[in-house]
């Protein structure tokens, strides 16, 4: 009964495009590609953990690919006696004790990752959110001779302010990214800041877009926003975006929220 339960979970983690994103992402980052794939189910696997197990991520890679391994050989009986490191003398402990291992070592490891991977994710959009309310409310407008790095001087000094590590990366071949950051954990984050002073259309959009996309690319970043100050009345919208791509319109032209007669400027991923 476990090794389908364990299997039905792993496939519903699967079956949503964001979270596949993100399992695919780690194992791709710690990939474990053994010639004996036997090594999972033996002693070999207490030296392999020797130098994963100290790092979460490494050891939640290890994990998923052992369950894939596990799969592939359709062992289902004693399914949680297969990964020995739960338990190394499967004598000392009763079923009932061995099945509550697997579940502590296995399973729990990997849906708290992808639930701090999603919080995560969340959890800056919804300071990005907070960082559109302030300025709207009572930083607008923006002065007309401003430049692009003084809108990104000040969006740098509210993440900073909220615990994120931000920094500049070298030039890279098309240019260089606008925010480069991570928070405690270490986890990569990209945002492209864009100021708008003047007329754009769908294809402007489409050039940030590919910009943001052409970034993540090279430098390996999970999550990216595409972040656009405009003080003329767009709303910049994306229509069947990526799960691992944001973007945030922030207004900061001169208009009071009663004269806004806001012009959306869209464009479908699918297209």
């Known amino acids: 009964m476990l090794y389908y339960t364990t299997k039905h979970l792993i496939d519903f983690l699967y079956s949503y495009e964001e979270v596949k994103t993100i399992l695919c992402d780690l194992k791709e980052e710690y990939p474990f590609k053994s010639k004996n794939p036997e090594e999972f189910e033996t002693e070999l696997g207490f030296e392999i953990l020797k130098e994963v197990g100290l790092y979460k991520k490494k050891y939640i890679s290890y994990v998923l690919h052992y369950l894939e391994h596990t799969y592939n050989t359709n062992n289902i009986l004693d399914f949680y006696d297969d990964a020995p490191w739960t338990c190394y003398n499967n004598s000392e ?32 959009m919804f300071v990005l959110n907070k960082y559109k309310i302030r300025t709207m409310r009572f930083d607008t407008p923006y002065h007309k001779n401003w430049k692009e790095h003084d809108v990104q001087d000040k969006l740098a000094r509210y993440l900073l ?33 864009k100021y708008i002073k003047n007329n754009v259309s769908s294809s402007n959009l489409w050039e940030y877009t590919s910009q943001l996309k052409d970034y993540m690319s090279k430098l390996e970043y999970h999550f990216g926003v595409l972040c656009i100050f405009t003080r003329l009345d767009y709303d910049f919208i994306w229509h069947n975006k990526p799960d691992n791509m944001e973007i945030q319109t922030i207004y900061v032209g001169e208009r009071k929220p009663s004269e806004r007669k806001t012009k959306d400027i869209v464009i479908d991923f699918n297209s």
């Open 93 to 124: 402990y009763d079923k009932k004790e061995r099945i509550r291992l697997f579940k502590i070592e296995v399973i729990k490891p990997i849906c708290d990752y992808v639930t701090d991977a999603l919080r995560k994710n969340v959890s800056l």
């Open 161 to 193: 302010d909220r615990g994120y590590t931000v920094h500049k990366e070298e030039d890279l071949s098309n240019g260089r990214p606008d925010f480069l950051f991570y928070d405690e954990d270490d986890n990569p984050f990209v945002i492209e800041v």
